[in-house]
């Protein structure tokens, strides 16, 4: 699956993490940018924005239908029209942008949408019309705040160049003089962001300890397409956060491949963009890389550390020793997590997963489809343009055939021939293979065609150490109405001047979406082989939503599957936790066997504290970071100044979407104060719990089996857990008036 992409702007620049890379022989020259028409819009899993420790002290989500009380929305432009932000709960529309939603934001409803292929459709005056349009808020009382963190979640997609159209967040602290924040986060031209996307903005050099801050969302410079911004939230910085950006694999020099086949294994190398977004420097900040094959852990490496990274710095960190894919057809994910000598108070990004797997035959770049690519994404194509995925062969081999995915919003009756470029050595292609023509069908669009290559003996055979670009020259398409796409992929780990090709207009260039096209190569004699391609684990404790996928190779088909919970097909879903097993059986009755441990996070378990009128909460198990929400309204951890004798609940939930609802009645006339302690923690062997008098007393292992237990404890109760082995336990204070959960670590 795609990693998660945390967004952090702040004055720094990241560099792109790179290894030592063979020199690629392509120009460096980015394709010119121009307004096309949109595929189906880029949909990616929504993820709630991030909650740091520190509670939320501002928010709006429009979902009045009405702009707030003092704010305002603002056409700059000087001209005879009124292009401005609106409240809405509907599509942007326009001619280019018919296919787009409304913004998939967590609150839903309304929401802030600068509708600028709308207003352009059709051109006003017969020439687009340049935005320059903002909202801005009423002033926010910061004075408060050593630290201020915006957050957003923003759905845009923009033309026609990266360098003269600016999504920006203006922040004042007196209405008359301006910081502009870029919020555009190197989103591609004429390529629209997942929905919706999470923005984080550090303005505390203009917001921290002002009583009037306003803030202002502002695009000017570009006429297309569209910006939607919703729940909007301010908060205060953590001390501790380093956050992994980007996380990089790189092949032996040659960027990313998703599929490698058997005859071009090669080493991994590993690396990534940390960030440091909290308050205080972090110190020995490190990478490390486990690489599991859904069965076992096959690799487990830790990076050269930091020594300092600080605040609002960036960094790189490498792993020295790669991965080495094995000669073995199957699936593999890496996970990424970056720690530092600190306690991190937002570990949810502090780790991110890329897959990829060793295929029998197949040679690929594409991570996972989100858009369209090719040269009808731009006005003006011409027969003969082409489309290109570039690859590097480690090994001599033989070319069988390319696979190209064919968009549904494609012309039937539009037209390519596959192709095979060999480097010149002087930045351009030279022909070497080529296919039949295909004339694109009904049946082709919205999935994978693949032509054979045409061989006579030599131009199928691939030289090792060589640069080839492996793609489509496209037909039918000079009318100006028919157009033929592949399929995109703008969201993948790709160093896209060295992975993307395209010939446009007769020239070559690179583009900032890999094309979906692979080569495949000629297949040898393989044995039957099974392995778990993919799984999900439950989201939720006692859930039945994990899920598995099974990958077959070699053998014969048709292959008959039985898993252990009773299947019969290739992939299992609505699965609770457990291990399970599949036998496949091919048509020689040869038999592979494969298995799978679906996992569940602990489950969510609430206490409270009461110091006098004040409730202090404790939340361990599911999936951090946690919201709240009180019957009171409050979205605070803890809640200060409760009534005596008064019914409160509590519904906290976790990243996943689990919840958990605690629910108390304070006491008739007062609040205890008596605290109950846990300590030492983390300990060696002995625990002691004081004030816990006739309370019962259980602890927990991290999969809820109960490993001891003490009935009518006294004022001072002392258990020995010297005899279980190290970890973390899970203790629970129970008495007829209040349940106290902790976590500690055993440690030896």
Known sequence: MIMRKFTLLIAICFSVYAFGQTKMPISANQIPCKPEKIDAPKTNEQIAMDKNIQAIFWS??????????????????????????????????????????????????YFMSLRADFYNTPFPGGTPVNMDAYFQTAAIDCSSKATVLLSFQQYFRYC?????????????????????????EGQAVNSATANPINTDVDISATAANQSTVYLRWHMYGGSHYFWMVDDIQLSSLPVNDVQLVQAWPVFDGAGFYSKTP????????????????????????NLNVVVNNYSSDVFNENGTAIPSVAPSTAD??????????????????????????QTDEVPANNDDTISFSV???????????????GPCRYVGPADGDAAGT??????????????????????????????????????????????DIRDIVTEDLGTWVTVPILKDGSAEFLQAATWYNVGIEIYGISDGTSKLYVGGDDLGPHDFPNSSALKFQGAWYYDDVLPTIRLNIVNSSIPLSCYISSKTDVSCNGQTNGSADLAVTGGLSPYDYLWSSGETISSISG?????????????????CFATVSITEPVAILVSHLMNGADVDVTVIGGTQPYTYLWNTGSINQDLTGVASNTFYSLTVTDYNGCTYQHDFT?????????????????????????NAENSSIKVYNIIGNVVASVNNASTLTTIDISNLAEGSYIVKILSDKKSVVKKINLIK
């Open 160 to 184: 026609c160049s990266a360098s003269a159209v600016f999504f920006s967040v203006f922040v004042s602290n007196d209405g008359t003089n301006w910081t502009e924040y870029d919020v555009k």
């Open 359 to 373: 295929s029998d035959t197949v040679f690929a770049r594409d991570y996972i489809r989100t858009t369209t690519a």
């Open 316 to 341: 790189t960190v490498p792993l020295a020793v790669p991965f080495t894919l094995p000669n073995d057809v199957r699936t593999y994910h890496a996970t990424y997590h970056v720690f530092s000598d």
């Open 666 to 690: 304070t006491a008739i006339n007062s609040m205890s104060n008596k605290v109950i302690n846990v300590y030492p923690n983390p300990t060696k062997g002995v625990l002691n719990i004081e």
């Open 390 to 435: 570039v690859f590097y062969m480690i090994n001599g081999d033989e070319a069988n055939s390319i696979s190209v995915y064919v968009t549904s919003n494609s012309t039937v009756g539009t037209s390519f021939i596959g192709k095979i470029w060999m480097s010149d050595g002087a930045g351009g292609w030279t022909d070497v293979a080529v296919t």
């Open 575 to 591: 699965q609770a936790a457990g291990t399970y097993t599949v036998t496949v059986t091919d048509a020689f009755s040869d038999q």
């Open 262 to 285: 058997l005859t071009q294994l090669q080493n991994v190398n590993f690396g990534a963009n940390v960030l440091n977004f909290g308050t205080d420097a972090q110190t020995n900040v």
């Open 60 to 109: 709006e989500n429009f979902n009045s239908g009405t702009l707030p009380t003092g704010w305002s929305m603002v056409d700059l432009a000087v001209d005879a029209y009124d292009f401005n932000w609106i409240v809405s709960n509907a599509a942007p529309g326009g001619q280019y942008s018919t296919s787009v939603t409304p913004i998939l934001s967590t609150s839903a409803g």
